[in-house]
C-alpha cells in the first residue's frame, strides 16, 4: 500500500500521520513531551524531545501500518520557534518557543528602526510580534552575546526535524512568514529589513514554496527514525497556515477556525491583501498561488487545561466539565472570560494583557465558569473575523479542528456567534499531520493542485447557528469587546516588578 507520511511537531508533543492517496487516515500515532517556564513569560523546550518525539511517533505509525510504501514525507510544526545552531548544526540553548513574551523591548526597536509600524507593514505587511522568530534572535543578540556570537544558523522547530531527517538547511514560505523578517508579498526575505535589524543573512536559511522536495532521507536520518533512506521530503509548513489546507479550507468564504493550546481563525486569500495597523498576520499559504491570513489567540485550549487544573479541586476529565458546560445557557448566566492568560496577540498584541472572568456572582457555578471560558475563547475568534470583514472575508461557513472541535458543544458556541454552518472535516482532527501529509501528496503529483487535495476533507459534523442563542452571543459579545479597553492600563500595572515575586 502507498502512503504519505505526515509529522507535525507540536507545542506538548509529535504526531505522525500516514494516509493513502485517496486522502484516507491509515494510522497515527503521537508521542507526548513537556515544556520549560523557568521565568514569567517564558517558554522554552529542548529540540532533543522533539527527535525523540518523532522516533516514536513515526515509528508507533509505521507499526500499525506494516509493509506500507512511503512515496513522500510532510513536515509540519510549532510555528515562531528559534532554534539556534553552531557552525557544526549543534543546538546552543533550548528552543525559544512561539509563545514566548521576553522579546518586547526588541520588537519595539525594531519597528521603531524600520521607520514605524507602517515602514514595517512596508517591509513584511506584518508587525514584528512578541513571539515572532526576529524579535528572539534580537534578544539572544542583546542578552546572550556569548551565545549569539556562536550562532551560525537559526531554524524553526520543523526545519530543525528537517535537518535531521536529510541534513539539509530548509524553510519553506509559511513558515518564513512568521519569523517576521520575510517579505510575504514577494515570496522571500526582507533583505532590507534584516540589514536594518543588523542581522547577518547567513543565519537564516534557504527557503522554498510547501510543496517543493527539499531532501531526502539520508542514511543517518534513515537510521535514527526507521524509514526508507532516498525517501523525498517536503518543505511543508507552519501549523496555523498547513491547517487549513487540512481542514479543506482553500476557497474564499471559508473560515478555518483551531482550538489547540491557541486559538486561531484562517481563511485563505487569492492576493496578498493589506494588512491594515498588521493586527491580522497575512502569510504565504501552503498553496504557491495563494496567502493565508489569520488571527492568533495564545490560549484557547491552554485556557481549558489551566482552569481544570488550577480551578477544579478533582482535576475532571474535559469530557465531563464539557458536558457540565451545557447545563448552563448561552451568556453563562452573565458571566465573562478573557482568554488572555499567557498575554495577547490578536486583535490585542499585549504581552501585558491578562485573563479574568466578569461578573462573578455567587449563583455562578462550575459549569457557568466553564461555559463562560468556552465562550471566551470563541469571543477571541469573533473579534478577529470584524478584523477580517474590511478585507472582503465574509465567513460564509466555519470548518473546526484542533482538539476542541471534538466538542459539540464548542462547535455549536461557535455556529451560534458566527451565525452561520460549523463542520467538522475527515482528517482535520488529525490536526496539522493531516495537512502536512496533503502537502507531501501534492509534492509528488499524487493530486495536481491544492484544490483537488482539499477535496479529500469530507465533512462529518454539522452544527447550524439557534437564533435565540445567537441574539444572547451578539449582546454578550458587545459587552466583551469593551473590556480590553478598560482593563488594559490596569493589566500592565499589574505587570510591575513588585508583583514578580
Given at each position: 500500500m502507498q502512503a504519505l507520511l505526515g509529522i507535525d511537531i507540536g507545542t506538548s508533543g509529535c504526531k505522525a500521520l500516514l494516509i493513502?492517496?485517496?486522502?484516507?487516515v491509515i494510522a497515527a500515532d503521537t508521542a507526548t513531551y513537556p515544556l520549560s517556564q523557568p521565568r514569567p513569560g517564558w517558554t522554552e523546550q529542548d529540540p532533543e524531545l522533539w527527535i525523540e518525539g518523532a522516533r516514536k511517533a513515526v515509528a508507533g505509525a509505521l507499526a500499525k501500518a506494516p509493509g506500507v510504501e512511503i512515496l513522500c514525507v510532510g513536515l509540519s510544526g510549532q510555528m515562531h520557534g528559534?532554534?539556534?545552531?553552531?557552525?557544526?548544526?549543534?543546538?546552543?540553548?533550548?528552543?525559544?518557543?512561539?509563545?514566548?513574551?521576553?522579546?518586547?523591548?526588541?520588537?519595539?526597536?525594531?519597528?521603531e528602526a524600520a521607520g514605524g509600524l507602517e515602514g514595517l507593514l512596508a517591509a513584511t505587511n506584518n508587525r514584528m510580534l512578541v513571539g515572532y522568530t526576529g524579535g528572539k534572535i534580537l534578544w539572544m543578540r542583546n542578552h546572550e552575546p556569548e551565545l549569539f556570537a556562536r550562532m551560525a544558523l537559526m531554524l524553526n522547530p520543523k526545519d530543525y526535524l528537517r535537518l535531521r531527517l536529510t541534513g539539509e538547511v530548509a524553510s519553506e514560505v509559511s513558515d518564513a512568514s512568521g519569523t517576521g523578517f520575510f517579505d510575504v508579498r514577494r515570496r522571500q526575505w526582507a533583505a532590507g529589513l534584516i540589514e536594518?535589524?543588523?542581522?547577518?543573512?547567513?543565519?537564516?536559511?534557504?527557503?522554498?514554496?510547501?510543496?517543493?522536495?527539499?531532501?531526502?532521507?539520508?542514511?543517518?536520518?534513515?537510521?535514527?527514525?526507521?524509514?526508507?533512506?532516498?525517501?523525498?521530503?517536503?518543505?511543508?509548513?507552519?501549523?496555523?497556515?498547513?491547517?487549513?489546507?487540512?481542514?479543506?479550507?482553500?476557497?474564499?468564504?471559508?473560515?478555518?477556525?483551531?482550538?489547540?493550546?491557541?486559538?486561531?481563525?484562517?481563511?485563505?486569500?487569492d492576493v496578498p491583501q493589506d494588512n491594515p495597523d498588521g493586527k491580522l498576520q497575512v502569510f504565504c499559504n501552503v498553496a504557491a498561488d495563494k496567502w493565508h491570513c489569520m488571527g492568533v489567540s495564545l490560549n484557547a485550549g491552554g485556557a481549558m487545561g489551566w482552569y481544570r487544573d488550577t480551578l477544579c479541586?478533582?482535576?475532571?476529565?474535559?469530557?465531563q466539565l464539557v458536558a457540565e458546560a451545557a447545563e448552563s445557557p448561552a451568556g453563562a448566566r452573565g458571566l465573562l472570560f478573557l482568554p488572555y492568560l499567557n498575554g495577547e496577540r490578536c486583535p490585542h498584541p499585549d504581552p501585558s494583557a491578562r485573563g479574568a472572568f466578569i461578573g462573578l456572582t455567587a449563583r455562578h457555578r462550575r459549569a457557568d465558569l466553564t461555559r463562560a471560558l468556552m465562550e471566551g475563547v470563541v469571543h477571541a475568534f469573533a473579534?478577529?473575523?470584524?478584523?477580517?470583514?474590511?478585507?472582503g472575508i465574509d465567513g460564509r461557513i466555519v470548518k473546526a479542528s484542533g482538539g476542541g472541535a471534538r466538542s459539540a458543544l464548542w462547535r455549536q458556541i461557535q455556529a451560534d456567534m458566527f451565525d452561520c454552518d460549523v463542520v467538522t472535516t475527515?482528517?482535520?482532527?488529525?490536526?496539522?499531520a493531516f495537512g502536512a501529509a496533503l502537502v507531501?501528496?501534492?509534492?509528488?503529483?499524487?493530486?495536481?493542485?491544492?484544490?483537488?487535495?482539499?477535496?479529500?476533507?469530507?465533512?462529518?459534523?454539522?452544527?447550524?447557528?439557534?437564533p435565540a442563542a445567537a441574539h444572547v452571543h451578539a449582546r454578550a459579545h458587545e459587552i466583551y469587546c469593551s473590556l480590553y479597553p478598560a482593563l488594559s492600563d490596569s493589566f500592565a500595572a499589574l505587570g510591575d516588578a513588585i508583583f514578580d515575586q
Open positions: 493513502g492517496t485517496n486522502g484516507a528559534l532554534t539556534p545552531l553552531d557552525a557544526d548544526h549543534r543546538v546552543l540553548r533550548p528552543a525559544i518557543l512561539w509563545n514566548d513574551q521576553r522579546n518586547g523591548a526588541e520588537c519595539a526597536a525594531l519597528t536594518t535589524a543588523g542581522i547577518d543573512p547567513a543565519l537564516l536559511p534557504p527557503v522554498f514554496e510547501s510543496q517543493e522536495i527539499t531532501g531526502r532521507i539520508s542514511a543517518k536520518g534513515a537510521a535514527l527514525f526507521g524509514l526508507p533512506e532516498g525517501v523525498p521530503v517536503a518543505g511543508g509548513g507552519g501549523d496555523s497556515v498547513i491547517q487549513t489546507i487540512g481542514s479543506g479550507v482553500i476557497a474564499p468564504g471559508e473560515l478555518q477556525t483551531t482550538i489547540g493550546t491557541a486559538g486561531i481563525l484562517a481563511a485563505a486569500l479541586a478533582d482535576a475532571p476529565p474535559f469530557e473579534d478577529m473575523h470584524a478584523l477580517m470583514r474590511p478585507m475527515e482528517g482535520a482532527a488529525e490536526g496539522a507531501a501528496g501534492l509534492a509528488v503529483g499524487v493530486w495536481p493542485d491544492a484544490a483537488t487535495a482539499a477535496r479529500c476533507c469530507r465533512d462529518l459534523t454539522r452544527e447550524s447557528p439557534d
